[in-house]
Protein backbone atom coordinates (compact mmCIF):
# COMPACT_ATOMS: atom_id res chain seq x y z
CA UNK A 1 0.00 0.00 0.00
CA UNK A 2 1.63 3.53 -1.26
CA UNK A 3 2.48 5.36 2.32
CA UNK A 4 3.57 9.04 2.54
CA UNK A 5 7.23 8.92 3.95
CA UNK A 6 9.50 11.49 5.87
CA UNK A 7 12.95 12.44 6.26
CA UNK A 8 15.17 12.47 8.29
CA UNK A 9 13.10 10.08 10.95
CA UNK A 10 15.05 12.65 14.00
CA UNK A 11 16.75 15.82 13.50
CA UNK A 12 18.75 17.85 15.82
CA UNK A 13 19.67 21.33 15.50
CA UNK A 14 21.10 24.01 17.41
CA UNK A 15 18.79 27.47 18.21
CA UNK A 16 18.71 29.64 15.88
CA UNK A 17 19.64 27.30 12.56
CA UNK A 18 17.63 26.87 9.41
CA UNK A 19 16.27 22.94 8.85
CA UNK A 20 14.39 21.74 6.43
CA UNK A 21 12.32 18.46 6.90
CA UNK A 22 11.12 16.11 3.99
CA UNK A 23 8.24 14.48 2.87
CA UNK A 24 7.47 11.91 -0.18
CA UNK A 25 3.33 12.10 -0.28
CA UNK A 26 1.52 9.38 -1.84
CA UNK A 27 2.12 9.79 -6.01
CA UNK A 28 -1.49 10.85 -7.07
CA UNK A 29 -2.44 12.97 -4.12
CA UNK A 30 -3.15 16.69 -4.64
CA UNK A 31 -3.77 18.36 -1.03
CA UNK A 32 -0.14 18.30 1.49
CA UNK A 33 -0.12 19.11 4.92
CA UNK A 34 1.96 19.76 7.93
CA UNK A 35 0.97 19.24 10.97
CA UNK A 36 3.21 19.25 14.60
CA UNK A 37 2.89 17.51 17.81
CA UNK A 38 4.57 19.07 20.58
CA UNK A 39 5.61 16.19 23.07
CA UNK A 40 2.68 15.23 24.89
CA UNK A 41 0.00 17.92 23.72
CA UNK A 42 -2.28 17.24 21.00
CA UNK A 43 -1.64 17.32 17.27
CA UNK A 44 -1.69 20.85 15.31
CA UNK A 45 -2.34 21.61 12.07
CA UNK A 46 0.53 23.71 10.95
CA UNK A 47 -0.46 24.24 6.63
CA UNK A 48 -2.32 23.09 3.61
CA UNK A 49 -0.97 23.24 0.18
CA UNK A 50 -2.45 22.62 -3.13
CA UNK A 51 -1.66 23.52 -6.74
CA UNK A 52 1.84 25.05 -5.28
CA UNK A 53 0.49 27.61 -3.21
CA UNK A 54 -0.56 27.66 0.68
CA UNK A 55 -4.33 26.90 0.57
CA UNK A 56 -4.82 27.44 4.76
CA UNK A 57 -2.40 28.19 7.80
CA UNK A 58 -2.81 28.07 11.12
CA UNK A 59 -1.26 31.15 13.33
CA UNK A 60 1.49 28.68 14.16
CA UNK A 61 2.82 29.22 10.94
CA UNK A 62 4.44 32.57 11.22
CA UNK A 63 7.34 34.10 9.31
CA UNK A 64 9.59 31.58 10.41
CA UNK A 65 7.77 28.71 8.24
CA UNK A 66 7.96 28.15 4.94
CA UNK A 67 6.80 25.26 2.60
CA UNK A 68 7.82 24.30 -1.14
CA UNK A 69 7.06 21.43 -3.66
CA UNK A 70 10.54 21.82 -5.64
CA UNK A 71 9.94 19.13 -7.77
CA UNK A 72 7.01 16.49 -8.78
CA UNK A 73 7.69 14.23 -5.42
CA UNK A 74 8.45 15.84 -2.75
CA UNK A 75 7.25 18.82 -0.03
CA UNK A 76 9.67 20.49 2.24
CA UNK A 77 8.71 22.68 5.52
CA UNK A 78 11.63 24.82 6.02
CA UNK A 79 11.84 27.04 9.10
CA UNK A 80 13.82 29.65 9.56
CA UNK A 81 15.97 29.77 12.76
CA UNK A 82 14.80 27.73 15.12
CA UNK A 83 13.56 28.01 18.72
CA UNK A 84 13.58 26.04 21.59
CA UNK A 85 9.84 25.57 21.19
CA UNK A 86 9.96 24.33 18.05
CA UNK A 87 10.91 21.35 19.05
CA UNK A 88 8.42 18.82 17.88
CA UNK A 89 7.45 15.90 16.08
CA UNK A 90 6.14 16.75 12.57
CA UNK A 91 4.00 15.04 10.17
CA UNK A 92 3.06 15.31 6.53
CA UNK A 93 -0.16 14.24 5.33
CA UNK A 94 -1.17 14.30 1.82
CA UNK A 95 -4.77 13.53 0.65
CA UNK A 96 -6.22 12.70 -2.82
CA UNK A 97 -9.27 14.99 -3.21
CA UNK A 98 -10.83 17.77 -1.65
CA UNK A 99 -13.59 15.75 -0.76
CA UNK A 100 -14.50 15.54 3.14
CA UNK A 101 -14.63 11.99 2.78
CA UNK A 102 -11.25 11.78 1.70
CA UNK A 103 -8.82 10.59 4.48
CA UNK A 104 -5.05 12.56 4.98
CA UNK A 105 -2.42 9.76 4.85
CA UNK A 106 -0.18 10.50 7.52
CA UNK A 107 3.94 9.64 7.63
CA UNK A 108 5.31 8.62 10.57
CA UNK A 109 6.95 12.04 10.92
CA UNK A 110 10.15 13.75 12.18
CA UNK A 111 11.32 14.46 15.67
CA UNK A 112 13.04 17.77 15.55
CA UNK A 113 14.89 18.92 18.73
CA UNK A 114 16.15 22.33 19.14
CA UNK A 115 18.89 22.64 21.63
CA UNK B 1 -15.15 21.53 12.14
CA UNK B 2 -17.80 21.29 15.27
CA UNK B 3 -17.01 19.90 18.49
CA UNK B 4 -16.72 16.35 19.54
CA UNK B 5 -16.16 14.73 23.13
CA UNK B 6 -14.39 11.71 24.08
CA UNK B 7 -13.67 9.95 27.17
CA UNK B 8 -10.08 10.60 28.32
CA UNK B 9 -9.05 7.10 28.51
CA UNK B 10 -10.55 3.57 28.19
CA UNK B 11 -9.16 0.29 29.12
CA UNK B 12 -10.16 -3.42 27.46
CA UNK B 13 -8.83 -6.75 27.44
CA UNK B 14 -7.30 -8.70 24.77
CA UNK B 15 -9.45 -10.42 22.10
CA UNK B 16 -12.45 -8.49 23.39
CA UNK B 17 -14.43 -6.13 21.35
CA UNK B 18 -14.26 -2.27 22.34
CA UNK B 19 -16.51 0.47 22.21
CA UNK B 20 -15.24 4.06 22.14
CA UNK B 21 -17.56 6.71 21.84
CA UNK B 22 -17.89 10.04 20.65
CA UNK B 23 -20.53 12.83 21.21
CA UNK B 24 -21.01 15.35 18.71
CA UNK B 25 -24.25 16.64 19.33
CA UNK B 26 -23.46 19.99 17.51
CA UNK B 27 -23.38 17.97 14.17
CA UNK B 28 -24.57 19.89 11.08
CA UNK B 29 -26.61 17.83 8.30
CA UNK B 30 -23.45 18.00 6.22
CA UNK B 31 -20.76 16.71 8.78
CA UNK B 32 -18.89 13.57 7.83
CA UNK B 33 -17.33 11.40 10.95
CA UNK B 34 -14.10 10.77 11.04
CA UNK B 35 -12.16 8.35 13.18
CA UNK B 36 -8.54 8.18 12.87
CA UNK B 37 -5.81 6.70 15.92
CA UNK B 38 -2.20 7.42 16.38
CA UNK B 39 -0.27 4.29 17.41
CA UNK B 40 2.53 5.05 20.17
CA UNK B 41 5.90 7.04 17.91
CA UNK B 42 3.52 6.70 15.04
CA UNK B 43 1.70 9.64 12.66
CA UNK B 44 -2.53 9.93 12.95
CA UNK B 45 -4.07 6.78 10.78
CA UNK B 46 -7.14 6.88 9.36
CA UNK B 47 -9.85 4.14 10.83
CA UNK B 48 -13.46 5.07 9.32
CA UNK B 49 -16.13 7.42 8.32
CA UNK B 50 -19.41 7.66 7.93
CA UNK B 51 -22.28 10.17 7.18
CA UNK B 52 -25.57 8.62 8.35
CA UNK B 53 -25.65 4.81 7.99
CA UNK B 54 -23.46 2.41 10.47
CA UNK B 55 -20.03 1.83 8.00
CA UNK B 56 -17.97 -1.14 8.22
CA UNK B 57 -14.62 -1.87 6.99
CA UNK B 58 -11.36 -4.01 7.89
CA UNK B 59 -10.37 -2.48 10.56
CA UNK B 60 -13.30 -1.25 12.72
CA UNK B 61 -17.12 -0.32 12.38
CA UNK B 62 -18.67 2.39 12.80
CA UNK B 63 -22.12 3.24 14.66
CA UNK B 64 -24.07 6.33 13.83
CA UNK B 65 -26.62 7.15 16.49
CA UNK B 66 -30.16 8.15 14.02
CA UNK B 67 -30.27 11.64 15.74
CA UNK B 68 -26.23 11.93 14.34
CA UNK B 69 -25.64 13.45 17.77
CA UNK B 70 -23.41 10.20 18.61
CA UNK B 71 -21.16 7.70 17.36
CA UNK B 72 -19.43 4.69 18.29
CA UNK B 73 -16.08 2.89 17.00
CA UNK B 74 -16.06 -0.56 17.30
CA UNK B 75 -12.81 -2.82 17.40
CA UNK B 76 -14.72 -6.00 17.09
CA UNK B 77 -11.75 -8.19 18.55
CA UNK B 78 -9.15 -5.92 20.42
CA UNK B 79 -5.61 -6.77 20.19
CA UNK B 80 -2.42 -5.13 21.84
CA UNK B 81 -1.56 -3.79 18.33
CA UNK B 82 -4.56 -1.52 18.64
CA UNK B 83 -3.41 0.31 22.23
CA UNK B 84 -3.53 3.85 20.09
CA UNK B 85 -5.39 7.30 20.97
CA UNK B 86 -8.88 7.47 18.55
CA UNK B 87 -9.66 10.64 17.22
CA UNK B 88 -13.21 11.61 16.58
CA UNK B 89 -13.28 14.32 13.83
CA UNK B 90 -16.01 15.81 12.02
CA UNK B 91 -15.62 17.07 8.86
CA UNK B 92 -18.31 19.06 6.73
CA UNK B 93 -18.57 18.14 3.28
CA UNK B 94 -20.44 21.11 1.93
CA UNK B 95 -16.79 22.61 2.91
CA UNK B 96 -14.27 20.04 2.38
CA UNK B 97 -11.30 22.02 0.64
CA UNK B 98 -7.68 22.08 1.33
CA UNK B 99 -8.20 22.73 5.07
CA UNK B 100 -6.67 20.70 7.67
CA UNK B 101 -7.96 18.04 10.55
CA UNK B 102 -8.67 19.46 13.40
CA UNK B 103 -7.41 16.97 16.45
CA UNK B 104 -8.86 16.99 19.95
CA UNK B 105 -7.43 15.39 22.83
CA UNK B 106 -8.86 11.72 21.49
CA UNK B 107 -9.49 8.58 23.80
CA UNK B 108 -6.55 6.64 24.97
CA UNK B 109 -7.40 3.24 24.29
CA UNK B 110 -5.06 0.38 27.15
CA UNK B 111 -5.18 -3.21 26.02
CA UNK B 112 -4.64 -5.70 28.74
CA UNK B 113 -3.04 -8.90 27.96
Known amino acids: EPEVTQTPSHQVTQMGQEVILRCVPISNHLYFYWYRQILGQKVEFLVS????????KSEIFDDQFSVERPDGSNFTLKIRSTKLEDSAMYFC?????????????FGNGTRLTVT | DAKTTQPNSMESNEEEPVHLPCNHSTISGTDYIHWYRQLPSQGPEYVIH???SNVNNRMASLAIAEDRKSSTLILHRATLRDAAVYYCILRDRSGGGADGLTFGKGTHLIIQP
Open chain 1, 93 to 105: ASRLSYRANSPLH
Open chain 2, 50 to 52: GLT
Open chain 1, 49 to 56: FYNNEISE
